[in-house]
């Protein structure tokens, strides 16, 4: 029988419960009593589901320590990104320790359709077989549904290693197949204790990797009602229970009691009750403090705004702490909204925002920044495969795909130096795009004789200014990250701080809290406001259209909105409010791509009724029927 992944070495403890519940407070408990027990602060090792939640655990974690006497505590891809990053796992894989960009993602989709899978297929098969990869799927042989399946899996495989880099949703498997193959490696990565918070909402790769690293004790901590998704797309909501499966000598402990109001811990309950999340029994609240918990209808959207603006003043204004309350908004956009209204107020924000570095390669002036990070790269090391391909496929319609496959194919070869290289004649489409991808490199190299000497933002800057992009277009999160790696800092270390920026977002340390649900993971607050909840903003529109969505896909996403609703409330420990509205101008509704329920022409302006969502019906007893 083959043995399961989340068989550990280590003793196995864990502790369940449900929202509110305080399973990370008797986490952090039981890591101060093995510190206090001997235990060095090297040879414990947390993970959070998100970088926000790392950063909060390790602050109530440094709460109970000395200075300086903290373990680590971070999420498993970027323990996994800087694990691959060691010269040995290098050396092993023959991939460096880096994460692809969302522009270098996008170039190595156009060298993916060269497999002549058609565009939308290909996405979708991309999808499945990276969902697979963390499902520690073998990826091998007859496992692959048919040849087509696995000749894109190898040819993906095949540009990944000439890139020497990673997809960020396939670091946790690597390291995965990295400790699993390399038991030297292992023995030096692995630690005494380990523990996990939100364990179900880690990939199963992720939680496999917990489980290697771990010499003596397992602690992890979850709720399977919480099957949200944090840093990685694909949690194993299931991995609780393969875990104490696959260990019988585990031991658990279950908290049954909430640590909030009761009025919140009600609004729990009903949530917990609903059948889209198993209509689970309810626990009662031991907290002994007065909270409140209601659902407030407003007018127009603009409307709900100002209340919701409206609520977390009254919240400040009655002695709350900014960085204790938080804002959920239903999708970016309102989130953006949000804060600018809450600004206006003078009220300061802090919003996990990740960085971006995208664009349109086809567009030379629609990747300026994705240039500019790409001559960083050159300017690090001008054999960069990754950064030469990219460079070669920028202005080009098709990314010169044809060029980069036959690099990866061996009929090829790029250098900074000496352009395209080809070991015999190439064909006429080869040959063209031989010319441009000389040319593209010229440039490359006259840039490059430029920034050799500055370092620090001057290099940044003067990178900025050979492809003409102006200071105001660089994002904020990506100047503040330039910043702060000093004026001493080489092309490589920028290169660094902007990939960090890109993969990681945490709140700052003040400021309301305003993010989307899934933001609020592992984040420990007073009041919670939960905005925009209407059907069409939470749950999408096409729940609703069964053109666009089959009717037996709806509960799944019915179960996860409803998840991610259940977790949030349940970060509230005194005050939840769930705002709406109940109508909006047809414009504004079809914008905004709101369910629209009924049209109605009130003084020469049409107006649609709009419903609160379906993820507080237990709270509002208001349900859409189809």
């Known amino acids: 029988m083959e043995r399961s992944p989340y068989c550990t070495q280590a003793a196995v403890h864990l ?31 947390l993970f959070a589901a998100t970088p926000a939640a790392a950063r909060a655990l390790e602050g109530r974690l440094a709460a109970h320590l000395d200075a300086g006497a903290a373990p680590r ?49 290909l996405a979708e098969m991309v999808k499945f077989l990276s969902r697979s990869l963390v499902d520690l799927e073998p990826m091998e042989g007859s496992w692959f549904y048919d040849g087509q399946e696995e000749h894109v ?19 946790p498997r ?27 909402m880690l990939s199963r790769a992720s939680q496999a990797v917990a489980g290697l690293l771990a010499a003596s004790t397992l602690t992890v901590a979850g709720d399977p009602l919480a099957r949200a998704r944090g840093c990685e797309d694909y949690p194993a909501a299931d991995g609780l229970e393969q875990l104490a499966r696959a260990n019988p000598d585990a031991t658990g402990e279950h908290a049954g009691f909430s640590h909030l ?23 009662p609240s031991r907290a002994g403090i007065v909270g409140t918990c209601e659902a407030c209808a407003f007018a127009r959207p603009e409307d709900e705004l100002a209340g919701a603006v409206a609520m977390v003043a009254e919240l400040i204004g009655a002695g709350g702490a900014p960085e204790r309350i938080g804002v959920a908004a239903a999708n970016r956009l309102w989130a953006g909204n949000l804060a600018r209204a809450l600004r206006a107020r003078g009220i300061a924000v802090s919003a996990p925002t990740r960085a971006s570095v995208a664009g349109d390669g086809r567009s030379l002036d629609t990747c300026k920044l994705a240039r500019t990070v790409t001559l960083l790269r050159l300017t690090a090391d001008e054999n960069d495969p990754l950064a030469l391909r990219s460079w070669c496929g920028f202005g080009d319609y098709l990314a010169n795909s044809a060029l980069a496959s036959a690099v990866v194919e061996g009929r090829a070869r790029l250098s900074l130096a000496c352009g395209a290289i080809f070991e015999k004649e190439p064909g006429v489409l080869l040959a063209q795009e031989a010319e441009k991808a000389d040319a593209a490199l010229e440039r ?7 920034l050799a000497s500055v370092r620090g933002t001057a290099l940044f800057r003067s990178a900025c200014q050979a492809v003409g992009l102006g200071e105001a277009e660089v994002p904020t999160g990506i100047a503040q990250a330039v910043s702060e790696a000093g004026d001493d800092a080489d092309a490589a270390a920028l290169c660094r701080v902007i990939e960090g920026a890109c993969t990681a977002a945490t709140f700052d340390e003040t400021g309301v809290r305003i993010g989307l649900p899934e933001d609020f993971i592992g984040q420990n607050l007073d009041a919670m406001v939960m905005a925009g909840l209407v059907n069409g903003l939470t749950l999408p529109r096409r729940y609703f259209d069964a053109a666009q969505m089959e009717r037996d ?15 949030c409330a349940g970060k509230a420990k005194t005050s939840l409010r769930f705002t709406y509205f109940s109508e909006a101008p047809l414009a504004t509704a079809e914008s905004l791509q709101l369910k629209i329920h009924r049209v109605r022409l ?10 609160p969502s379906e993820t507080i019906r237990a709270i509002t007893g208001v349900y859409y029927h189809d």
């Open 153 to 171: 899996f190898s040819l993906m495989a095949r540009h990944l290693r000439f890139r020497e880099a990673y997809r960020e949703g396939e670091l």
């Open 261 to 283: 109001a009761a009025v919140i811990t009600d609004a729990v309950n009903r949530f917990a009750q609903d059948e889209a999340l198993g209509a689970v029994e309810p626990i």
């Open 602 to 611: 009130r003084d020469g302006e049409r107006i649609c009724e709009v419903r």
């Open 73 to 121: 505590v971070t999420t498993v891809p970027a323990f996994a990104l800087a694990l691959l990053g060691t010269p040995e796992a290098v050396a092993h894989t023959g991939r460096r320790g880096r994460v692809l960009l969302r522009f270098e993602e996008n170039m190595l989709m156009e060298d993916l359709k060269t497999s002549g899978v058609a565009p939308r297929r």
């Open 444 to 450: 490359a190299r006259e840039i490059g004789g430029r």
């Open 553 to 567: 896909k709806r509960p799944a996403l019915l179960a996860a909105e409803m998840a991610k609703t259940y977790l």
């Open 174 to 200: 690597a390291a995965w197949d990295y400790l699993s193959a390399v038991p030297e490696a292992r023995a030096a990565a692995s630690v005494g204790h380990v523990l996990v918070d939100d364990y179900q």
């Open 15 to 45: 502790i369940e419960g449900r929202a509110g519940t305080g399973k990370t407070s008797r986490l952090i408990g039981l890591a101060v009593d093995l510190l206090e027990g001997g235990a060095q602060p090297e040879e414990l090792l």
